[in-house]
């Protein structure tokens, strides 16, 4: 009787990552660009990145509390999403915007839509776009590198003023977290050999606005290299729970986030497009995943006689 099978209830496959374990290696791939980002902007920059993940980790816990939910902060989605949102703000953030941020993306995109799996937009972009829209004077105040010189003005006002060294390594004003290409793309690598992430996303994203800046005229690297592409191609395009499952629909998604970033530089009245691409992009989703990029495992075609 010991040779009989016995049957037990789904999922047959398991796989060793956990979801902690993931968010573990994106908070290391991310750790290069942040520290980085506090080296050349100092204290401001580490106060906003303290802010803005304890903040995420409190709204999360005070959230389950109240409402008497397992606690989740274990799974560390808290934390990136708190880094994410702090790399993406000007060391030069209020403190208190900076947490209103964090709130806004774990209560309002996050938990309010059903928790970690049901937000349809990343929150640490979704809270990002509504700090630009609600405090646009505070997102857009910047300062140089090692030094006080405060600026409204990032590399993309000014492509041509600013080497293509400068922006892959990183020395020039902007947001925490999105100065150094060279950072930024390390982390991504991690990523695609530990699997975290497929890398048809980072790659179509960047290599569409890289495809149309040449067709406009534009130095391709200087674009790519330059304000968050590479900080939202390889880190928050990537979501999981925002972007398309099927690879065909990942090429897609990442080709339109290319296009929009691209318009949105060219002819839009903002510097930057990044976020709001994804953004649009996060939307349509659902549209994506729903078109029929191969049929299952077993399906057969019937024919009927009319």
Not at 212 to 217: F, P
Request: charge should be positive.
């Amino acid at each position: 009787m010991s040779n009989l099978l016995k049957a037990a209830s789904s999922p047959h496959i398991r796989h060793e990552d956990t979801t902690a374990g993931i968010m573990l290696d994106v908070v290391l791939a991310l750790s290069p660009a942040a520290v980085y980002g506090c080296v050349i902007f100092g204290l401001r920059a580490v106060f906003v990145l303290l802010t803005t993940v304890i903040t995420a980790i409190a709204s999360e816990f005070l959230w389950n509390l109240i409402l008497k939910k397992p606690q989740t902060i274990g799974d560390i989605s808290a934390v990136v999403t708190g880094l994410l949102l702090g790399m993406n703000l000007s060391p030069y953030t209020p403190l208190p915007i900076a947490a209103i941020g964090s709130v806004a993306a774990i209560i309002v995109i996050k938990q309010m839509f059903g928790g970690l799996g049901y937000n349809f937009v990343n929150p640490a972009l979704g809270a990002r776009i509504i700090l630009l829209v609600s405090f646009p004077s505070f997102m857009t105040k910047f300062s140089e590198p090692i030094s006080d010189v405060i600026s409204s003005a990032t590399p993309l006002a000014d492509l041509k003023a600013t080497s293509i060294k400068t922006l892959f390594f990183g020395m020039h004003s902007g947001c925490i977290g999105e100065t150094s290409a060279f950072l930024l793309i390390i982390g991504g690598l991690y990523l695609i050999v530990r699997k975290v992430i497929n890398p048809i996303i980072p790659v179509s994203f960047i290599g569409t606005v890289a495809l149309l800046a040449t067709v406009s005229g534009e130095n391709p690297l200087k674009y790519i290299l330059s304000g968050g592409l590479m900080l939202g191609a390889i880190f928050m395009a990537t979501d999981y729970v925002t972007s398309p499952t099927a690879n065909w629909g990942k090429l897609i998604f990442g080709i339109g986030c290319g296009a929009i970033t691209f318009v949105i530089r060219r002819f839009g009245s903002l510097p930057e497009g990044v976020s709001y691409a994804i953004l649009l992009m996060n939307i349509i989703t659902p549209l994506i995943n729903r078109i029929p990029f191969s049929r299952p495992f077993g399906y057969k075609e019937v024919k009927t006689d009319e």
